[in-house]
Structure formats: structure tokens, C-alpha cells
């Protein structure tokens, strides 16, 4: 299970850096000046995934951790629905 948790924060955090990179400046998307959003939901949320993993491999970490974890996963909610919003707008 713990493989589970590292690779699915990993695919996350791989996605999160390659969409912040992306050169919106020549795109002809709508959207492209406000993607950076999901990368910063990607990346926030791979850190919630590496937190779940941390507490599943020590549980006594987990009433220092869980907070922790509920703020990184509003975070990364609020810049998904941040970019749906813009999205919707348009």
C-alpha cells in the first residue's frame, strides 16, 4: 500500500512541476495564464499523499500530521476550484 501512496504523490508532483513550466505566452488557450493553478493543486497534493504515506508508515505521527495534511488538501482544493471558477467565467 505504501507504493501506492509514493507513486500517486509522485505522479502528482511530476504533473505539478511540468504544468508550472508551461510557457503560456504563445499559447492560444483561454486558460493559460491561469494554469499555473493546477500546478499548484498538483503539488499540494502530492504533499497530502506523501503525509497519508508518512502516517501509514509511523502512526504516531498521525495527530501531529492530520492537521497538517487537512491544510496542504484545502490549499490544493481552493486552487482547483480557484481555476474552475475562472474556467466557468469564461
Do not use: C
Amino acid at each position: 500500500m505504501d507504493i501506492v501512496y509514493f507513486i500517486y504523490g509522485l505522479s502528482f508532483f511530476v504533473l505539478g512541476v511540468l504544468v508550472l513550466f508551461v510557457r503560456p505566452k504563445e499559447s492560444d488557450l483561454f486558460f493559460a495564464n491561469k494554469i499555473w493553478l493546477l500546478g499548484m493543486f498538483a503539488i499540494l497534493h502530492a504533499i497530502v499523499e506523501w503525509l497519508v504515506l508518512y502516517q501509514y508508515l509511523y502512526p504516531t505521527a498521525k495527530e501531529i500530521l492530520e492537521p497538517i495534511e487537512i491544510l496542504f488538501l484545502l490549499l490544493s482544493y481552493l486552487s482547483l476550484f480557484e481555476f474552475s471558477r475562472f474556467i466557468g467565467s469564461s
